[in-house]
């Protein structure tokens, strides 16, 4: 395996734990901001309360986001992007919207209903 695929292998199973665990605990709402310094960079909304999820190393944030827009299936095509996460994760179907207006803007997941 080269070493780069070795680097990424963290990124991808934090980006993997986040979804299962916002959709284990039936959020409504998950952001990730990479670039927001003002709020928690990776919380989930509950029944109309926000939780914040331990948060990974700062340098990461940057690549959870690039995870999850290879999960989504993105383009190279200009902002604003939205497109689906379906992946299966510790025996669970993971399956998301995602939004993302730029490249340093918030990504907004809401589940899809399963």
């Known amino acids: 395996m080269a070493s780069d695929q ?3 292998e963290p990124i991808k199973r934090f980006t993997q734990l986040v979804l299962f665990q916002a959709q284990q ?3 409504t709402e998950l952001v990730i901001a990479p670039a927001n310094r003002e709020r928690p960079p990776v919380r989930y909304k509950v029944e109309g309360s926000w939780h914040e999820m331990s948060p ?5 944030l940057p690549g959870v986001v690039a995870e999850l827009g290879r ?3 993105f383009t190279k095509r200009p902002f604003p992007k939205e497109g689906l996460i379906d992946v299966a994760y510790s025996g669970v179907r993971l399956r998301w919207v995602i939004r993302m207006t730029s490249a340093d803007a918030d990504c907004i997941l809401t589940p899809i209903e399963q």
């Open 6 to 8: 070795m680097d990424d």
């Open 71 to 73: 999960l989504a299936v």
């Open 25 to 27: 605990d039936q959020a």
């Open 56 to 60: 990974p190393p700062a340098h990461i």
